[in-house]
T-cell receptor, first 114, second 113 residues
Framework: GNSVTQMEGPVTLSEEAFLTINCTYT??????LFWYVQYPGEGLQLLLK?????DKGSNKGFEATYRKETTSFHLEKGSVQVSDSAVYFC?????????????FGQGTILTVHP | DAGVTQSPTHLIKTRGQQVTLRCSPK?????VSWYQQALGQGPQFIFQ???????QRGNFPDRFSGHQYPNYSSELNVNALLLGDSALYLC????????????FGPGTRLTVT
């Protein structure tokens, strides 16, 4: 079956530090890849997506590149802010009959200090 | 434009009881999916509905069932509640054929005692 493995957390950084959260996946077919974010007290929100190999998804200064050869989709941001503190989920949506069924990683808690 | 709404916000039930959770999808969306999120874990897919039928199902027992109405709203029913069913239940909706574009509701926190 499909699965997602995320970097173990939690991650604690100072403001303006560089962020990387690693994500690898296994899937049948050709999945679409996503990062979702859950801010404190809020619902899950789509942060960025990539639907084919070498695509780069980006939003709010965050980036992730679809690497088919390494089955990875690492999340990066050059300079984090306190407001980026949240839980980040790497997610895949496999194609074919599983289209639309999202498989989540376990989540990585990010805390950014001033 | 209202997003995905869910009710109730919180619910406390006793083992063995039955519960119904409700979801209204985002305007223009006709597909609804349900997820269970245990504390400290990522959401797990329960099932997906469109055209009033269950189209996909995750690894959940038959105690979990659902329904979709002609207006696309949906219900999740859980029978014979177990302590392990305590979790945040999330509803997500998307336009037909765009399963990669799911919008999530705030969830219903279910506590089973």
């Amino acid at each position: 079956g499909n699965s997602v493995t995320q970097m173990e957390g939690p991650v604690t950084l100072s403001e303006e530090a560089f962020l990387t959260i690693n994500c690898t996946y296994t899937a049948t077919g050709y999945p679409s890849l996503f990062w979702y974010v859950q801010y404190p007290g809020e619902g899950l929100q789509l942060l960025l997506k990539a639907t084919k190999a070498d695509d780069k998804g980006s939003n709010k200064g965050f980036e992730a590149t679809y690497r088919k050869e390494t089955t990875s989709f690492h999340l990066e941001k050059g300079s984090v802010q306190v407001s980026d503190s949240a839980v980040y989920f790497c997610v895949i949506s496999a194609g074919g009959t599983s289209y639309g069924k999202l498989t989540f990683g376990q989540g990585t808690i990010l805390t950014v200090h001033p | 434009d209202a997003g995905v709404t869910q009710s109730p916000t919180h619910l406390i039930k006793t083992r063995g009881q039955q519960v119904t959770l409700r979801c209204s999808p985002k305007s223009g969306h006709d597909t609804v999916s349900w997820y269970q999120q245990a504390l400290g874990q990522g959401p797990q897919f329960i099932f997906q509905y469109y055209e009033e039928e269950e189209r996909q199902r995750g690894n959940f027992p038959d105690r979990f069932s659902g329904h979709q109405y002609p207006n696309y709203s949906s219900e999740l029913n859980v029978n014979a509640l177990l302590l392990g069913d305590s979790a945040l239940y999330l509803c997500a909706s998307n336009p037909r054929g765009r399963g990669y574009e799911q919008y999530f509701g705030p969830g219903t926190r279910l506590t089973v005692t």
